[in-house]
């Protein structure tokens, strides 16, 4: 199961810390995912994470602005958001899928790709 936390709302160029915490995968599905979608729109990829070798991917949107991270301890991967902007409001989800999607581009971005979902957070920025 994926379990997302840490939506809210915040001002323009406030910062926000998502956390995902994953459990009951195989070591297959180590790519987690934060994805959103904003009302009236597909729900597009945010920033990837390999728990296995430590990549990170991000849409070029956040890029310089969010990080993603994980703490292979406690089972978490964090998705910290600075310099946020109205843009950036929707539901945030997380999503686990396997390593082999890493090796295609456009595999990796794909929502149909990730088997495992977790429950939505919201995010809301205001101007």
């Known amino acids: 199961q994926l379990q997302a936390s840490g939506g809210g709302l915040v001002q323009a160029w406030g910062s926000l810390r998502l956390s995902c915490t994953a459990s009951g995968f195989t070591s297959d599905y180590h790519v987690i995912g934060w994805f959103r979608q904003a009302p009236g729109k597909e729900r597009e990829g945010v920033s990837l994470l390999s728990s296995s070798s430590g990549s990170t991917y991000y849409t070029d949107s956040v890029k310089g602005r969010f990080t993603i991270s994980r703490d292979n301890a406690k089972s978490t991967v964090y998705l910290q958001m600075n310099s946020l902007k109205p843009e950036d409001t929707a539901v945030y989800f997380c999503?686990?899928?396997?390593?082999?999607?890493?090796?295609?581009?456009?595999?990796?971005?794909?929502?149909?790709?990730?088997?495992?979902w977790g429950q939505g957070t919201q995010v809301t920025v205001s101007s």
């Open positions: 999503a686990a899928g396997p390593g082999s999607i890493l090796l295609s581009l456009r595999a990796r971005w794909t929502v149909a790709n990730y088997r495992y």
